[in-house]
């Protein structure tokens, strides 16, 4: 298959060819897929700090009891948000929400795209950003309350960047995920990688060539996205190894704050 036979052009030789004749087209379909990918896990990890933060914060016993009201309905509707989002596939998602929007918005289906993407990955940012709460020490929560600290300040000051560190490799993978899944937003006529093989492919009839240049070009999208994301968390962890430990609560959440801040 991969030979000349009997005068045609060899595979490879063909998907060359398709690479070469129709470059302009796929490196459109190649920015767009990286924006939607990269502005989508940037927008979700801002809805999953503000969700998976919010979720995380325990109300007091003393707390007033419209604090405790609000708190528990906050808590359903999220938990609603995340089991909708992280329950139903995203093709699904794109297409209800695109033409339920439409007429609202009257949107392009770019904008929808990342607003799919974005409102999907915070569902899943939000677990992620609960699991690296839970990962730091309750002793540096403990130190910073004795400080003077309240629960939002504590959260935000102490709890969260460290957080971030610790889930960054889910966080990375998650962009990785997007830009794979950004193929089902051609469903709506995003003019990502997909949505442009598919047109590649049905002016030139040859499926199953344009189809392993397309895989060929996520392929490396990827490769080099991980390489990219490897090297910031490697960096990331020299950074945390650098700071000297402590063997009290105070000094360790001294160190931690002022790093971060």
């Not at 005068?7 to 690479?19: Q, V, Y």
């Not at 020490?137 to 309240?150: C, I, K, N």
């Not at 830009?179 to 003019?191: A, Q, R």
Request: charged share 15%.
């Amino acid at each position: 298959m991969f030979l000349t036979v009997a005068g045609s052009p060899s595979f490879l030789a063909t998907c060359l060819n398709i690479f070469t004749k129709y470059w302009p087209s796929l490196a459109f379909g190649i920015k767009n897929t990286l924006i939607i990918a990269l502005s989508g896990t940037l927008i979700g990890l801002l809805l999953g700090l503000i969700v998976g933060g919010l979720r995380a914060i325990k109300v007091e016993k003393q707390a007033p009891l419209f604090i405790k009201v609000i708190k528990k309905i906050y808590d359903i509707i999220a938990t609603i948000y995340i089991e909708v989002f992280r329950g139903t596939p995203m093709m699904v998602q794109a297409a209800f929400i695109y033409y339920a929007l439409l007429h609202v918005f009257n949107w392009s289906p770019n904008i929808a795209g990342i607003f799919v993407v974005s409102i999907n990955t915070g569902a899943y940012m939000s677990e992620i950003i609960r699991s690296g709460i839970q990962a730091v020490d309750p002793g540096q929560v403990e130190g910073a309350r004795s400080l003077g600290m309240s629960a939002i300040q504590t959260m935000k000051d102490v709890v969260l960047p460290q957080a971030i560190k610790n889930a960054f490799p889910a966080i990375g993978n998650e962009f990785i995920v997007n830009i794979k899944d950004s193929s089902v937003l051609s469903i709506i006529s995003v003019t990502e990688l997909m949505f442009q093989s598919k047109r590649i492919a049905g002016s030139n009839l040859k499926m199953m060539e344009t189809y392993f240049v397309t895989a060929t070009l996520y392929l490396c999208l990827t490769l080099a996205c991980s390489i990219i994301l490897r090297i910031i968390e490697h960096r990331l962890s020299n950074s945390n190894s650098s700071l000297p430990q402590s063997d009290t609560n105070v000094n360790s959440l001294k160190l931690t704050t002022r790093k971060d801040n």
